[in-house]
Structure formats: C-alpha cells, structure tokens
T-cell receptor
Framework: EAQVTQNPRYLITVTGKKLTVTCSQN?????MSWYRQDPGLGLRQIYY???????DKGDVPEGYKVSRKEKRNFPLILESPSPNQTSLYFC???????????FGPGTRLTVT | QQPVQSPQAVILREGEDAVINCSSS?????VHWYRQKHGEAPVFLMI?????EQKGHEKISASFNEKKQQSSLYLTASQLSYSGTYFC????????????FGTGTRLTVIP
C-alpha cells in the first residue's frame, strides 16, 4: 500500500529536549516536505527536499533541521524545542512539485 | 506569499452549492486543491496547471484564471461527506519550489 508514515503520532516533551520526528514514504517519490498546521494559519511549509541531499527552507524554517540521506526518509529535527513549536506536523511526498502530494497521518507535538 | 481564501467558513444544507475562492498577489504557475476532514490528513482533490483550465472530481470542480491569479472551487449538490476544510496551494511562477497553502475554508454540510 502506498503510504507516508510518521512517528511518533503524539509527543509531549519539555523545552530544550532534542527530538526527531521520522517520515518515510514507499512510493519512490523525489519531493518531500514538512508542514506545520496551526489554527487559523493553515498549512505552512517548514522545509522541503527535491531529492537526496537536496533540501531547502520553506516558509517557517526557524528552529528546525532536516536531512535527506535516503530517498524514502525525511526526518524533522528540533534541536531545542520551544513552546511556540507546539503544533500539528505533517510530512508529505510527491513524484514532483507539480503532482499530487501524499500526506502522512500527522504528528501532534506539545512542548511544555 | 500565502494565497488568500474566501470565505473562511460556510454552512450549507445538503444539495446546496458553494464556491470557494483562492487568490494570490503573485503570478501563479499552478493551483492545488486539498480537503482535510477533522482529525485527518489533507487529501488531494485536483491540480490546475494552465490558465483557463477547469477540472472536475465527482461533483467538485475548479477553474484557474491565470491573468487574475485566482482559482475557484465549485461544490455542487453538496453531500454530508463534503464537510471539511478546503485548502488551496499555490506554486508561483518565480521558480521557487515552495507550495504555499492558504489558511483554509471550513465547509459544513448539514442535513
């Protein structure tokens, strides 16, 4: 089954404790991206990757890091999480920027 | 660079029609439409790649006016299953590889 998986689905952590949210797709997609969703603000892109080892900033990259060492994986790293990073995070993948994006199930992060 | 959607929310009775608009202040290469049901991930509806293009998906269709930098999503004879939040995403002609999503339109269909 074609899918994008994210782990964990829910995470409660404390300020400053490094965390990683994993994202994996099994569709051999070139393009992957991370979004955060906050009430009233819609989906805002954090980082995206056009291919392996190629990543670039989206709209709201501050406080986040990503890496793309393999085509299927695109982890999101928060080196020192802060409460304003409390949000719902989605990973997405697509064969190209001009095609349908498949979203993962989401990760709800709470930073206290 | 985030496109502007209107209305922000709409309530329909089953069978009624609705239009959701998406406009950008910058020249658009393409417009993408997604629907998100409560507690779920966004799901793809359609992409419009050319000015003047119109597409349909079930009783949901969309148009793209490239000159006006606008797109509209048309929902006809709405069903309860159409409830959710609709997002438009815009890919700009600047060559940037970001997809900018609007803030969403919450659609509620009631019996």
């Amino acid at each position: 089954e074609a899918q994008v998986t994210q782990n964990p689905r829910y995470l409660i952590t404390v300020t400053g404790k490094k965390l990683t949210v994993t994202c994996s797709q099994n569709m051999n997609h070139e393009y992957m991206s991370w979004y955060r969703q906050d009430p009233g603000l819609g989906l805002r892109q954090i980082y995206y990757s056009m291919n392996v080892e190629v990543t670039d900033k989206g709209d709201v990259p501050e406080g986040y890091k990503v890496s793309r060492k393999e085509k299927r994986n695109f982890p999101l790293i928060l080196e020192s999480p802060s409460p304003n990073q409390t949000s719902l995070y989605f990973c997405a993948s697509s064969s190209s920027l001009r095609s349908e994006q498949y979203f993962g199930p989401g990760t709800r992060l709470t930073v206290t | 660079q985030q496109p502007v959607q209107s209305p922000q929310a709409v309530i329909l009775r089953e069978g009624e029609d609705a239009v959701i608009n998406c406009s950008s202040s910058k020249a658009l290469y393409s417009v993408h439409w997604y629907r998100q049901k409560h507690g779920e991930a966004p799901v793809f509806l359609m992409i419009l790649l050319k000015g003047g293009e119109q597409k349909g998906h079930e009783k949901i269709s969309a148009s793209f006016n490239e000159k006006k930098q606008q797109s509209s999503l048309y929902l006809t004879a709405s069903q309860l299953s159409y409830s959710g939040t609709y997002f438009c995403g815009s890919l700009l002609k600047t060559g940037a590889n970001n997809l900018f999503f609007g803030t969403g339109t919450r659609l509620t269909v009631i019996p």
